[in-house]
């Protein structure tokens, strides 16, 4: 089966590392030739030549405005039967902006819960995967296509594969993945570096590991994602604020039972 990566930056770029020596025919896209030479290089792609409409399997690997154009653009070319699918983090704005007149293509909305801090081929790894969630949006494929798709997300090494609605995808995710990378870069800007820089440890490198950000991606994400979001900030605010309350009125019992349900739940999960 041939599979074609396009945009092979962290998450394009660990597709193709995941799917190395697993049977799958992979061929890959990048704007950057270096970046193509090296994938050709490393034995990622099996060419730097990669004709759509010989491709199955079509994974856009691109900001969400980029592969909603990507696949408008392109869709007189996909091969008869192919399987479009995407990998960005919002689902109501791709899916509601494609223009597929073709009924012999499917497109299956993505979105791998992997990534790590840094952006770019450079930080790609196959071992961003690893027992990662990933999520599925779709509304007219059939259960053959779903589970060809499904099939190259478990080789990828993914633990759990979540199907949704796009609505509900976009209100989980800004609490599962907006919120933690705004509360990550917010924390950094209260910036006392220069005093504390030698007084960290585990617990502060944990919380802004992922601040070390794709500026541009992300804006484009939570600025799309913007009502879920807000409603994510104005929940926090008020545990925060009833946090504070908490040790302003020194009530040891209301400490101790706020932070002990945080842990049971961390424990849960």
């Not at 991606?217 to 900030?233: A, G, H, Q, R, Y």
Request: proline share 1%; aromatic share 8%; charged share 25%.
């Amino acid at each position: 089966m041939k599979v074609m990566v396009v945009g092979l930056g962290l998450i394009g770029g660990s597709i193709l590392k995941a799917l190395k020596g697993t049977g799958y025919e992979v061929y890959g896209y990048d704007i950057n030739d270096e970046v193509l030479d090296t994938c050709f290089e490393q034995g990622l792609i099996v060419s730097k030549l990669a004709i759509l409409t010989e491709m199955d399997i079509v994974m856009v690997c691109l900001y969400p405005d980029a592969a909603i154009e990507y696949i408008n653009m392109n869709q007189d070319s996909f091969k008869s039967g192919a399987i479009i699918t995407d990998v960005a983090g919002l689902k109501v704005s791709v899916m509601s902006q494609l223009r597929l007149e073709r009924d012999d293509i499917t497109f299956i909305g993505g979105h791998p819960m992997a990534g790590k801090e840094g952006c770019g081929f450079e930080a790609s790894s196959k071992d961003i995967f690893i027992n990662a969630n990933y999520l599925l949006v779709h509304e007219q494929a059939n259960d053959v296509q779903v589970e060809i798709l499904k099939d190259l997300i478990y080789t990828l090494n993914c633990g759990h594969i979540q199907v949704l609605d796009a609505e509900s995808h976009d209100e989980i995710i800004a609490y599962t993945s907006h919120m933690p990378h705004i509360l990550s870069t917010t924390f950094m800007t209260c910036d006392r570096f220069e005093e504390t820089r030698h007084c960290i440890a585990g617990s502060f490198r944990d919380m802004t590991r992922v601040s070390d950000i794709n500026a541009e991606l992300w804006t484009e994400l939570i600025l799309e994602n913007k009502m879920p979001v807000l409603d994510e900030i104005k929940r926090f605010k008020k545990a925060l604020d009833a946090f504070e309350q908490y040790i302003v009125e020194e009530d040891n019992y209301a400490v101790t039972k706020f932070l002990g349900q945080a842990r049971l739940k961390k424990r849960a999960l």
